[in-house]
Each structure stands twice: as structure tokens, then as C-alpha cells.
T-cell receptor, first 115, second 118 residues
Framework: GAGVSQSPSNKVTEKGKDVELRCDPISGHTALYWYRQSLGQGLEFLIYFQGNSAPDKSGLPSDRFSAERTGGSVSTLTIQRTQQEDSAVYLC?????????????FGAGTRLSVL | KNQVEQSPQSLIILEGKNCTLQCNYTVSPFSNLRWYKQDTGRGPVSLTIMTFSENTKSNGRYTATLDADTKQSSLHITASQLSDSASYICVVSAWDMYSGGGADGLTFGKGTHLIIQP
């Protein structure tokens, strides 16, 4: 596609429910990143994929968070048993390859609200 | 601990005026520094990226500078327009020799919220 696409754009859920967030990276981009942006805070790195493998999961805040990527393309971020502190904007980015100089292109994010 | 500090936290200027946003970092080993613009409700968009050897880079009315010795960067906006109203995020990348830089080791600042008034 022309850009990074994320869905849904907004998600409201009840505490304790599971949610699944989807990211469609730019076609051909091998690297994919998930970030979390809380109100008034900088972006918080969650997980990085190179192809289908995730060499860096260091940012996942708890075992309730998981992510997968299939076919080297679409990725889903799953949050189980959501808590109110999970409320944030979840941003996905992709780049043509991993590496310190490659520009990341961001999607518009999914705004998650846990009631 | 790698950190990126931005100032001011927020800024209001009149349309047509210039402004400068600051970024100080303590990231090591340094690989590159990026400035992103994030419009409300949108993802960040890259403005500039500078490596250790580059001390200035322009993108239209945006000019970024980098002083790798003092670990400071600035983003100067010339002749501001209403569309410049956004958050500007400074991002510093640490070179990760073990992963080949794959995870980028990015540290994000909290951003400067800029409002351009007519």
C-alpha cells in the first residue's frame, strides 16, 4: 500500500477483555515496529520484527502483550486481559530494512481506551 | 541510561515568525538523530536525519543542526505557517553492534508542542 495502515483507528474496550490491533506495513518493508504513546509521554518501544522474527521484544511491558507477524507483512499486537493503564495510542512503523539509518514510516495509530 | 530531553515543552508563536526547538541527548554510542513532525491524530513523519558527521540538514523551511560534541540538536522553523502546528519529536539512535543496528536502539523525546497563531 501507499503507507502504513493500522486498524482499528479507535478501540474502546472493557477492562479484562482481550484486544487485537492490526498493522499493514508499506509493501516490501522488511522491518516493522510497534510503539506505545501515552498522553504527554514520548513514544515507548514495544517490539521489532525483521521479516517474521522478532529479534527484540524487550519493550513488551508484560506477558499480557504479544505480537506476531506473518508472511513478512501484516502484524497483530494482542493485549490480553486489558487494564486501564493500557489506554494509549499504539503506533506501528515500517522501514525498508532494519538498521540505524533507515527511516521509519508511521501509521496513524490505534487509540485504545480501556474502561 | 539513554535519554533525550526536549525544550520547550510547548511554544506558541505568530504566523510568519521563526522559532527554534532544542534537543539534548545522552545516547551512546551515537548513530544518528532524527526530527519527526506529528500532527494531531497522525503518526510521526520524518523531517530530517543526521549522522555524526553532519552538522546541518534542511528540509524546506525546516533546518536541523547537530553538535555531536555537546550532544545538542536544534530544529529551526523559518517563516512559520499554520500547518506547522504540531508536535516535534527528537529521536536519537544508538548503534547496536550486536544486532547490526536492527532494532535501531531509538530513544524518543517527549516532543515540543508547537502552536502557530494567525
Amino acid at each position: 500500500g501507499a503507507g502504513v495502515s493500522q486498524s482499528p483507528s479507535n478501540k474502546v474496550t472493557e477492562k479484562g477483555k482481550d484486544v487485537e490491533l492490526r498493522c499493514d506495513p508499506i509493501s516490501g518493508h522488511t522491518a516493522l515496529y510497534w510503539y506505545r504513546q501515552s498522553l504527554g509521554q514520548g513514544l515507548e518501544f514495544l517490539i521489532y520484527f525483521q521479516g517474521n522474527s522478532a529479534p527484540d521484544k524487550s519493550g513488551l511491558p508484560s506477558d499480557r502483550f504479544s505480537a506476531e507477524r506473518t508472511g513478512g507483512s501484516v502484524s497483530t499486537l494482542t493485549i490480553q486481559r486489558t487494564q486501564q493503564e493500557d489506554s494509549a495510542v499504539y503506533l506501528c512503523a515500517s522501514s525498508s530494512m532494519g538498521g540505524a539509518k533507515n527511516i521509519q514510516y508511521f501509521g496513524a495509530g490505534t487509540r485504545l481506551s480501556v474502561l | 541510561k539513554n535519554q533525550v530531553e526536549q525544550s520547550p515543552q510547548s511554544l506558541i508563536i505568530l504566523e510568519g515568525k521563526n522559532c527554534t526547538l532544542q534537543c539534548n541527548y545522552t545516547v551512546s554510542p551515537f548513530s544518528n538523530l532524527r526530527w519527526y513532525k506529528q500532527d494531531t491524530g497522525r503518526g510521526p513523519v520524518s523531517l530530517t536525519i543526521m549522522t555524526f558527521s553532519e552538522n546541518t540538514k534542511s528540509n524546506g523551511r525546516y533546518t536541523a543542526t547537530l553538535d555531536a560534541d555537546t550532544k545538542q540538536s536544534s530544529l529551526h522553523i523559518t517563516a512559520s505557517q499554520l500547518s506547522d502546528s504540531a508536535s516535534y519529536i527528537c529521536v536519537v539512535s544508538a548503534w547496536d553492534m550486536y544486532s547490526g543496528g536492527g532494532a535501531d536502539g531509538l530513544t524518543f523525546g517527549k516532543g515540543t508542542h508547537l502552536i502557530i497563531q494567525p
